[in-house]
């Protein structure tokens, strides 16, 4: 079956920065588009950035460009998400997502049809 694991989150302070990966297996991977949602407590879960199938698109929020930077690899099978210069608005459950349909609707939570568990993202004042 898919499955998208993700790691490297944890706690860092304000100014710091993160890589994320998302490691993806049972499926073709170069296939799909592929995305970061997070996630804050009480909080709707939020686009964060995308990256087209052969890595040459990359999408990102508002919220985040500039500052973060979406990769993938796709004879790895991975897609990482670079965090720079992090503030507390940037805590959250990050999630990695993947969508077969390359929908330019790439910032939308339906679209997606498989999504990993999630790893935290703490970053202190």
């Known amino acids: 079956q898919v499955q998208l694991v993700e790691s490297g989150g944890g706690l860092v302070q304000a100014g710091d920065s993160l890589r994320l990966s998302c490691a993806a297996s049972?499926?073709?991977?170069?296939?799909?588009?592929m995305a970061w949602f997070r996630q804050a407590p009480g909080k709707e879960r939020e686009f964060v950035a995308a990256i087209n199938r052969d890595g040459s698109i990359p999408f990102y929020a508002d919220s985040v460009k500039g500052r973060f930077v979406i990769s993938r690899d796709n004879a790895q099978n991975t897609v990482a998400l670079q965090m720079n210069s992090l503030n507390p608005e940037d805590t959250a459950v990050y999630f990695c997502?993947?969508?077969?349909?390359?929908?330019?609707?790439?910032?939308?939570?339906?679209?997606?049809?498989?999504w990993g568990q999630g790893t935290q993202v703490t970053v202190s004042s």
């Open positions: 997502a993947a969508d077969l349909g390359g929908s330019s609707r790439y910032n939308m939570v339906y679209e997606y049809e498989h």
């Open positions: 049972g499926l073709t991977f170069r296939n799909y588009a």
